[in-house]
């Protein structure tokens, strides 16, 4: 025996020391022995670890079984028949699952006969309740997963009646709470998750007890939190997944204390980043799955350091891939998923030399085939689809070699049936994608047939699928008789109570009903009576039930367009029956579809008044807990409708409000736990949504900032910017808190620019010093003659035009035509207009027409109060007309009398050969200033915003210097 255990370490090659010491007629000596060793190889966690730990405890099974069966060797001998069990759940396969439920069996009914009765034999025999749970848990079905919850069950019952100084009895205690959540969460359905959840807490606190410098139990507590994450991430709410991730980041915040040399630990931890990662990549949005890229690397780097000869961490270590490939995929451009191909090969790989003989490992290869198919379909292209049908058949083919009674093996079977379809679909080649539908349909009913129905959705999809298969005129004719295989309660399996399989029937049929129409006249009967008997089957399986009166009236509703019958009915149904939950939610559901939002909300409260009425007088707290929980349904679907009808912070604080008086709507003891619930558990979820928003609300602001004219760019326009990135946080800011107030829009932007005055009023020349001191250079002659405005502007414009931030190149743009601007009607038109006002007869023109005369001139140069601000496209309209004009030398009247006013420089500037450059550069000018603050289809480019730095300051024509030194005012 010895020669066939090879060396693993240190403890297994002392224990292999003492057993060569021991004499051979002392069995319980040596059968002592091979249980140490055994235990020492299983903990390697290895292929060979396992395998040698099978020899070991066989060994000790063989020598036990010679002594005498008194209470101890009773024990002792179920204490091997467990630690073998836990040895073959680990290999896995399906033998070796079913011999480790009969030893667990065999510990179990030595156990239960021992005349022992203290703490510790008790305690033992949780234990062994509680691995033959784990066994029927690892076997899979519906059925052994309730049975294993009763076992669960059985060894928490003993647990809770043992002392509670003991730790280890507080462990097992603890994590048999957990391995019953677990079961429960496999189970699926919403009530078996929220018993998950309660399982899970007890736990947890029980977990919270134990000594912190106990690396196994903190470990065991990261456990759980891990799973309570899973469980809240599984009832897949916006809200329930912001849970999850903090439970995740509970756990990893403790395994990360762990020591890093144990490949447990490091394990769990690598399932906790993967599990956040998973639940980033269900968000789906661009930035979640970047995240979660980042944690499916850590996960990678972690599982790559990893033994390679342990099948569960290659195994683990394939999943990564395929999850990190799945991320990709879901990214979706080309690149992405040519990256997504690349790792659902790389877990291929590793798979494809993992034991064949495990079923778990078999169907995670089948699943990376499948996932590498799905990235081929949505490539799309006619190659490509034959290579996903190519991957689909390789993962149908091996999980149609696995057991059947399983479900998550059957769902994923039938989800490779179901994806190739698809693919066949977008071939155009309906007959196949019909076969394939229609397989994957069939396994799924023969599971309800052997009364498992936990896969009852996917049924439903797969039905809606192959419907969609029969849409074409050599398959239409067959849509009565598989519609009716499925919903007539006379065909076996029949799921005649789905009410989504009758409504894609439905809809099915109705086309259908169009083709027979138009092309095959000869169809028009089966149809009608095809619909009619489904009619009848609806009647039989739904008549007086919430869900009939859904289905007649979304008949009445959709097909005959009559949604006050539509209404009626779900009415009438309430007042037959009006302490049935479900019809309130029914008509409630109406209402917001039809948008009657107090029609809704009212239909809440008449729900939640009729159930918590409804209560006995005597209700026990189990009663009152139940209602609470329904009546909290109520509550959300009341803030759901006041939140879509109206999302304004007014309209938290008035639901904030509403909450408080709403418990006084019932009895004391139904008031008190509301009045709590609401409390502990509403207020802060309103809240969260209140503050998400918030958030949103804010980034939608700042997105209207990138591509909108919004009121930051008016109040730019008005003010004198500091056109700096931290002006553009505060403004954005600023806009942000006055959205929340309910003002106009004017008042608003009033607001916003005192602030940018405030802002400007406090700006530090000394951050576009080396700006500053680049235009002195660079205007040698000009510059001294600006004042500090112009030197601000020109400086900050300058800044940001050497930054690559879109919104600070259009700040550049922003602040240049300022700077124009202000150079136009301080330096130029500001002059003109106070010596005007000295002359007031001065005389206009009868004859000339035009911009000038009829703007400009009224408006700002006879008026000193300026009633009306310019706009720079009305500076430089009116000083192109005048260019224009001196080009073409026209006497007017008009130009006459404004040159008189203006001493023209000795180059005689407005009539130089240089004037059509000018007034092309004033044009050019416009025309990208006013693109800046205005956000078009194309974006405001750097090159603009160079264009028009170059025509103000750059230009061989001196283009600012004309306008700032080429007049003067005679006196």
């Known amino acids: 025996m010895l020669d066939e255990l090879t060396d693993f370490n240190e403890k297994v090659v002392e224990i292999k020391a003492k057993i060569a010491k021991l004499e051979p007629d002392d069995w319980e000596a040596l059968a002592t022995g091979y249980y140490e060793l055994g235990k020492e190889c299983y903990e390697l966690k290895t292929g060979d670890g396992f395998e040698q730990a099978v020899l070991a405890y066989e060994r000790a099974i063989e020598l036990r079984e010679k002594l005498s069966l008194n209470d101890e060797n009773c024990n002792e001998l179920a204490r091997i028949y467990i630690g073998l069990g836990n040895t073959l759940d680990d290999i896995g396969t399906g033998d070796s699952l079913k011999r480790s439920r009969e030893l667990y069996s065999k510990a179990l009914e030595l156990r239960e006969g021992l005349a022992i009765n203290d703490d510790e034999c008790r305690n033992e025999l949780a234990i062994t309740y509680k691995r033959y749970g784990n066994a029927q848990v690892n076997l899979g079905s519906t059925t052994d997963l309730r049975q ?35 079961a429960r969460t496999k189970l699926g359905s919403y009530n078996d998750l929220q018993q998950a959840i309660k399982l899970y807490k007890y736990s947890i606190n029980i977990s919270k007890n134990l000594p912190e410098d106990n690396h196994k139990f903190q470990n065991g507590l990261a456990n759980t939190y891990h799973n309570l994450g ?21 756990a990893i915040t403790i395994r990360k204390k762990l020591p890093k040399d144990n490949l447990q630990f490091q394990k769990d931890l690598s399932n906790t980043y993967n599990n956040i990662g998973n639940i980033q990549s269900d968000l789906n949005t661009k930035n979640s799955l970047e995240q979660a890229l980042k944690f499916c690397q850590k996960v990678i780097t972690i599982r790559e350091k990893l033994p390679k000869d342990n099948y569960e961490f290659q195994d683990d270590l394939a999943s990564a891939y395929n999850n990190i490939g799945l991320v990709q995929n879901n990214l979706g451009d080309l690149n992405n998923l ?14 494809k030399k993992l034991p064949k003989d495990n079923h778990q490992f078999q169907n995670n290869l089948a699943r990376a085939y499948m996932n590498l198919g799905t990235t081929y379909k949505d490539l799309g292209n006619p190659n490509d689809l034959q290579q996903a049908i190519k991957f689909y058949q390789q993962a149908i083919s091996i999980g149609e ?21 698809i693919a066949y679909l977008k071939q155009g080649n309906f007959e196949e994608a019909n076969e394939a539908a229609e397989t994957g349909l069939e396994l799924l009913r023969d599971l309800e047939i052997n009364g498992n129905y936990v896969l009852r959705s996917r049924r439903e999809w797969l039905f809606d699928l192959t419907v969609d298969t029969y849409s074409t005129p050599i398959l239409f004719k067959f849509l009565p008789e598989f519609v009716l295989e499925h919903l007539d309660p006379v065909s076996e399996g029949a799921a005649s109570q789905s009410a989504k399989m009758h409504r894609s029937a439905l809809n099915g049929l109705k086309e259908l009903a169009v083709f027979a129409y138009y092309q095959a006249p000869d169809l028009i009967f089966e149809t009608q009576q095809t619909i009619f008997k489904l009619q ?55 209402y917001r579809n039809t948008k009657n939002w107090s029609a809704a909300i009212q239909c809440n409260i008449d729900g939640a008044k009729a159930i918590g009425t409804s209560l006995p007088k005597h209700a026990t707290e189990q009663d009152l807990e139940q209602v609470t929980d329904t009546i909290t349904l109520f509550i959300d679907s009341c803030i759901l409708v006041r939140l879509q009808q109206s999302n304004q912070i007014a309209e938290y604080d008035a639901i904030e409000d509403w909450l408080t008086d709403f418990p006084t709507l019932f009895t004391d003891r139904l008031k008190s736990l509301l009045t709590n619930h609401i409390k502990t558990k509403i207020r802060p979820e309103l809240r969260q949504k209140r503050d998400e928003w918030l958030n949103k609300s804010q980034q939608e602001l700042e997105k209207s900032f990138a591509t909108n004219n919004d009121l930051i760019t008016q109040a730019l326009r008005e003010t004198l910017p500091k056109n700096m990135q931290y002006l553009i946080e505060q403004l954005s800011y600023t806009q942000t808190e006055l959205a929340k107030l309910d003002i106009t829009n004017e008042e608003r932007l009033e607001r916003l620019t005192q602030r940018a005055e405030q802002l400007i009023s406090k700006l530090y020349s000394g951050e576009v010093q080396e700006e500053q001191q680049t235009l002195a250079n660079q205007l040698p002659e000009i510059w001294p003659n600006l004042d500090i405005e112009d030197h601000k ?25 300022i700077a124009l601007e202000r150079s136009l009607t301080v330096n130029w038109l ?38 009306s601000k310019l706009t720079l496209s009305d500076l430089i309209s009116a000083f192109t007309n005048i260019i224009l004009k001196a080009e073409q030398r026209p006497e007017s009247e008009l130009k006459q009398q404004l040159f008189d006013y203006i001493q023209q420089n000795t180059d005689n500037l407005l009539n130089n050969s240089n004037n059509k450059t000018r007034r092309q550069n004033l044009d050019l000018f416009r025309e990208k200033r006013n693109r800046c603050p205005h956000f078009k289809d194309d974006p405001f480019t750097k090159q603009d915003a160079q264009d028009m730095f170059n025509i103000l300051i750059e230009s061989d024509d001196a283009f600012y210097k004309y306008f700032v030194g080429g007049f003067e005012i005679r006196n």
């Open 148 to 182: 294993a919850i009763k076992f669960y069950q059985k060894a928490i019952n003993i647990g809770e009646n043992l002392s509670k100084d003991n730790h280890n009895f507080q462990v097992n205690l603890a994590n048999c709470y957990m391995l019953c959540g677990i």
């Open 230 to 250: 899973f469980v809240q991430s599984e009832l897949g709410t916006k809200n329930s997944l912001i849970q999850a991730i903090k439970y995740y980041q509970k």
């Open 338 to 351: 040519q990256q997504a191909i690349k790792f659902y090969q790389q877990a291929i790989s590793i798979r």
């Open 401 to 421: 070699k696995l057991p059947q009674n399983n479900h998550e093996f059957q769902n994923d079977l039938a989800r490779a049936y179901g994806n190739k379809s």
């Open 536 to 590: 009848q089957i609806a009647s039989l399986y739904f008549a007086g039930t919430a869900t009939a009166a859904k289905l007649l009236a979304q008949y009445n509703q959709q097909q005959v367009k009559n949604s006050k019958q539509a209404e009626q009915i779900l009415k009438e149904y309430i007042e037959q029956c009006p302490n049935d939950v479900e019809g309130y939610q029914n008509l409630g559901e109406f």
């Open 793 to 817: 502007l020109l400086a900050t414009a300058l800044y940001c035009l050497n930054n690559e931030n879109q919104e600070l190149l259009r700040l550049a743009g922003v602040n240049l035509g």
């Open 830 to 867: 500001k002059p003109v207009r106070d010596n005007l006002s000295y002359n007031p007869n001065f005389p206009l023109s009868t004859t000339d027409s035009g911009l000038v005369k009829g703007f400009l001139l009224p408006k700002y140069f006879k008026n000193s109060a300026m009633p």
